[in-house]
Nanobody
Framework: VQLVESGGGLVQPGGSLRLSCVAS????????MRWYRQAPGKERELVAV???????NYADSVKGRFTIFRDNAKSTVFLQMNSLKPEDTAVYYC????????WGQGTQVTVSS
């Protein structure tokens, strides 16, 4: 099982980034795919989740700004992040639940002028 994330970087406040997570090697179909983030000195927090039904949920802090979606044909989950704020700065992790939890290596997102 492998999760490969990409798309992080440095962006100015108000800007946008799209994170990608390519999943491979699963023997069970994922029941949900999630994005977490962890800022320095803080606990890891759930940002967004997409269930196998397509239902999505978001943390209150990102509602209306972030969108989680997936491409089943490419086994990829995305996180479109708009109107980014400095407080969105964190390492973002992809998480896939397929019987057990699988984690990506994380990608750094820095929002700063």
């Amino acid at each position: 099982v492998q999760l490969v994330e990409s798309g992080g970087g440095l962006v100015q406040p108000g800007g946008s980034l799209r994170l990608s997570c390519v999943a491979s090697g699963f023997t069970l179909r994922p029941s949900m795919m999630r994005w977490y983030r962890q800022a320095p000195g803080k606990e890891r927090e759930l940002v967004a989740v997409i269930h196998s039904t397509g239902i999505t949920n978001y943390a209150d802090s990102v509602k209306g700004r972030f969108t989680i979606f997936r491409d089943n044909a490419k086994s990829t989950v995305f996180l479109q992040m708009n109107s980014l704020k400095p407080e969105d700065t964190a390492v973002y992790y992809c998480n896939v639940v397929a019987g057990v939890n699988y984690w990506g290596q994380g990608t750094q997102v820095t929002v700063s002028s």
